[in-house]
């Protein structure tokens, strides 16, 4: 797909979906294609980053209990509230099952326009539980420091628009990334069974 045509493919996705609720765009995609699932065992990065507060926050702040951590950014209106709404079902889905203590942390792809009260914004709007869930950004060195530690390829293709793979990955309490989905929708009874597998976090010395 040429730089126009995807310009123009975005505006008019962002026109369609600007004013849906949150949870409308997986709503509209139950048939999107099947989540591919790997085996991982790395451990999450040291960078610090910025949250949707403007507090430093490091990956270190989430131990102590499981976290998905997907990559999104914000003026992304086609396969990024797919992702969100995607790990936001997960996360509902553990709270009924009682594991309400599932955290998620969305790092930008974009930050020249992600800052962190675009983030603060997003995160309302789209009902985010901030008590659960974190909205990253940063310097560029950093993420790109944090993009490639997990894998990610980020193409920015103009402002505002970036293309990226849709990767999320769940990590465990001690820190330790253990599974990598692939896919803007996910398949929330595999991840719950992922999810009741995972080691307790170790015991503080």
Known sequence: MNVRRAIGTAWLLALSMVAAPPGAALAQHQHAPPMARTQLASATPDTVLTDQDGRRFGFA???GKPVLIAFIYTSCHHVCPLIF???????????AQGQADLAAIF???DPEIDTPEIL???ALRRGADLATTVFLTGRDEDLKSVWETFGLKIK??????IDHPPLTYLADANGVVRY???????DTEAVMVDLRTLPQAAAKR
Request: glycine share 12%.
């Open 180 to 186: 990598r989905y692939l896919g803007g929708v996910l």
């Open 61 to 63: 702040q989430a131990r």
């Open 107 to 109: 790092v930008t792809v």
């Open 120 to 122: 603060k914004a997003y």
């Open 85 to 95: 709404d995607s790990v936001s079902a997960v996360q509902a889905r553990a709270r």
């Open 156 to 161: 920015r293709l103009g402002r505002g628009l």
